[in-house]
């Protein structure tokens, strides 16, 4: 599709295609293109919609493997953690159009499981301090990349996505009700930690509304 040739009138139809593909990629992946800039980025979406032309009209799904891209680019290589920081991008996008938590039933409180909205990344590179330097007013200077593994959870409390570390218990409880454990399994998971305390932790995701049913 992005191939030239033809008449004028299908150059200007690539140039159209390809100008929103290029829209949708940088509105998902806003801290990538912060980090590489505008030109960069530009040349990443050109080569990334060759190898991964949208095959839907919504948009907002496009740019799923840009990840992964990402990983095997090789003018990207420079930035080893460019990849990780476009997983977190993305589940913030996809946090973004998620839909709305329910309200949580007490009666039955132990089918749980994380809201939609919710989503965990874990990294060996410090993608909270990575997020937060390239917010606006943030300072890319202070992330200290040899900070080690990181823990993140990406949430929309209210219409806002939030991106935060977690500690590894509750890393550890919110990634085994992720993936469908029990309540009582994903407790025991999370007891390697001495300082989770099941009670307080339960309760606190539930009011952020990171856990539901």
């Known amino acids: 599709l992005l191939e030239g040739g033809g008449p004028p009138r299908m150059a200007v139809y690539r140039a159209n295609v390809y100008g929103n593909w290029r829209a949708a990629l940088a509105g998902a992946y806003p801290v990538v293109r912060r980090i590489v800039g505008a030109a960069f980025f530009d040349?990443?979406?050109?080569?990334?919609?060759?190898?991964?032309?949208?095959?839907?009209?919504?948009?907002?799904?496009?740019?799923?493997?840009?990840?992964?891209?990402?990983?095997?680019?090789?003018?990207?290589?420079?930035?080893?953690?460019?990849?990780?920081?476009?997983?977190?991008?993305?589940?913030?996008?996809?946090?973004?159009?998620?839909?709305?938590?329910?309200?949580?039933?007490?009666?039955?409180?132990?089918?749980?499981?994380?809201?939609?909205?919710?989503?965990?990344?874990?990294s060996a590179w410090p993608l909270v301090q990575i997020w937060d330097a390239h917010q606006d007013g943030g300072d890319p200077a202070s992330v200290d990349l040899g900070a080690g593994t990181c823990h993140c959870l990406v949430h929309r409390p209210q219409w806002r996505v939030e991106v935060v570390a977690l500690r590894l218990g509750d890393y550890r409880f919110l990634a085994s009700l992720e993936a469908g454990f029990s309540l009582g399994a994903a407790l025991e998971s999370a007891a390697a930690d001495p300082a989770f305390v099941p009670h307080v932790a339960l309760a606190a995701w539930v009011q952020a509304g990171v856990v539901t049913q």
């Open 43 to 122: 040349a990443l979406a050109q080569a990334y919609a060759r190898a991964h032309p949208s095959e839907s009209g919504d948009l907002h799904g496009y740019g799923a493997q840009f990840a992964d891209f990402l990983a095997d680019f090789a003018p990207a290589q420079d930035l080893p953690y460019l990849a990780d920081v476009a997983r977190l991008d993305w589940l913030a996008h996809r946090a973004h159009y998620a839909a709305n938590t329910r309200p949580f039933d007490f009666s039955r409180p132990t089918d749980l499981r994380l809201a939609p909205a919710a989503a965990l990344l874990e």
